[in-house]
């Protein structure tokens, strides 16, 4: 059983997910450029996670965090979950600020790895969604120089990679996409320990290489006993990508 799996839900799906009694983040609330905080879910009840999505922010005010925290204390949350990635000064200023009234006030708060240098207590969100390297060694790494403090987002990935390539980004591809190129080729995919994925290569017509890589059920529960067995958690999740092996939880 995957432990302190959080399903990452909107729309239809949140009604599914909720069915699976397992944790929900709902991105509720957005935050205005100049600064406003605006609700993009009118839930009453209560939800133990609360998403922030960052939509550009110019002006950092002290009222912002007031806002949060009084929403957070509506929905009776007890984790803030604060998606940007965006680097400038006001974005720096509320993380800043935040971290420290979170950690006053005992609420959790989650911030992408890309802004630890703004935080000093907040949990620091990793994907795991990697095109390079190895899966554990990368958590490993992290979890030492940020020990106790290391969550994942589990997403799942599908991708096309022309070779050689120094893109990390890749050509995305759906699933439908993805399987009828497989089918097309008849190409063999296989596992990788390194990844915890599973890829196929290709050459096309220009005679260029390609790596498909691509993430399913299997290799979806790999990188969960990965992250588990070096206790990273929770373990932040798309409930599109994992919901077809919640049944076997």
């Given at each position: 059983?995957?432990?302190?799996?959080?399903?990452?839900?909107?729309?239809?799906?949140?009604?599914?997910?909720r069915?699976?009694?397992l944790?929900?983040?709902?991105?509720?609330?957005?935050?205005?450029?100049?600064?406003?905080?605006?609700r993009?879910?009118?839930?009453?009840?209560?939800?133990?996670?609360?998403?922030?999505?960052?939509?550009?922010?110019?002006?950092?005010?002290?009222?912002?965090?007031?806002?949060?925290?009084?929403?957070?204390?509506?929905v009776?949350?007890?984790?803030?979950?604060?998606?940007c990635?965006?680097?400038?000064?006001a974005?720096?200023?509320?993380?800043?600020?935040?971290?420290?009234?979170?950690a006053?006030?005992?609420?959790?708060?989650?911030?992408?790895?890309?802004?630890?240098?703004?935080?000093?207590?907040?949990?620091?969100?990793?994907?795991?969604?990697?095109?390079?390297?190895?899966?554990?060694?990368?958590?490993?790494?992290?979890?030492?120089?940020?020990?106790?403090?290391?969550?994942?987002?589990?997403r799942?990935?599908?991708?096309?990679?022309?070779?050689?390539?120094?893109?990390?980004?890749?050509?995305?591809?759906?699933?439908?996409?993805?399987?009828?190129?497989?089918?097309?080729?008849?190409?063999?995919?296989?596992?990788?320990?390194?990844?915890?994925?599973?890829?196929?290569?290709?050459?096309?017509?220009?005679?260029?290489?390609?790596?498909?890589?691509f993430?399913?059920?299997?290799?979806?529960?790999?990188?969960?006993?990965?992250?588990?067995?070096?206790?990273?958690?929770?373990?932040?999740?798309?409930?599109?990508?994992?919901?077809?092996?919640?049944?076997?939880?």
């Amino acid at each position: 059983m995957v432990q302190d799996l959080i399903l990452v839900c909107a729309g239809a799906d949140s009604v599914r997910a909720r069915e699976s009694g397992l944790p929900l983040l709902q991105f509720g609330l957005r935050l205005q450029a100049d600064g406003g905080v605006a609700r993009t879910l009118l839930s009453s009840g209560h939800q133990e996670y609360l998403g922030v999505i960052e939509n550009g922010l110019t002006r950092f005010s002290p009222i912002i965090c007031s806002q949060l925290l009084a929403e957070v204390e509506r929905v009776g949350a007890s984790a803030l979950f604060v998606d940007c990635e965006t680097h400038t000064q006001a974005v720096g200023d509320l993380l800043h600020a935040l971290d420290e009234q979170t950690a006053k006030r005992k609420v959790q708060l989650f911030v992408p790895l890309c802004q630890a240098h703004a935080v000093t207590h907040a949990r620091l969100v990793a994907e795991t969604a990697i095109s390079g390297g190895c899966l554990r060694e990368r958590f490993q790494t992290l979890t030492r120089k940020y020990p106790g403090r290391i969550a994942a987002d589990l997403r799942a990935i599908s991708r096309d990679f022309l070779l050689p390539s120094s893109d990390s980004e890749g050509t995305p591809l759906s699933i439908q996409e993805r399987e009828e190129l497989r089918t097309q080729l008849g190409a063999q995919a296989f596992f990788s320990h390194e990844l915890c994925a599973r890829y196929f290569t290709y050459m096309d017509k220009e005679n260029n290489g390609h790596f498909v890589l691509f993430d399913d059920a299997d290799t979806l529960q790999a990188k969960c006993r990965c992250l588990e067995s070096l206790s990273v958690s929770p373990i932040f999740a798309r409930y599109s990508d994992v919901s077809a092996f919640l049944p076997m939880l």
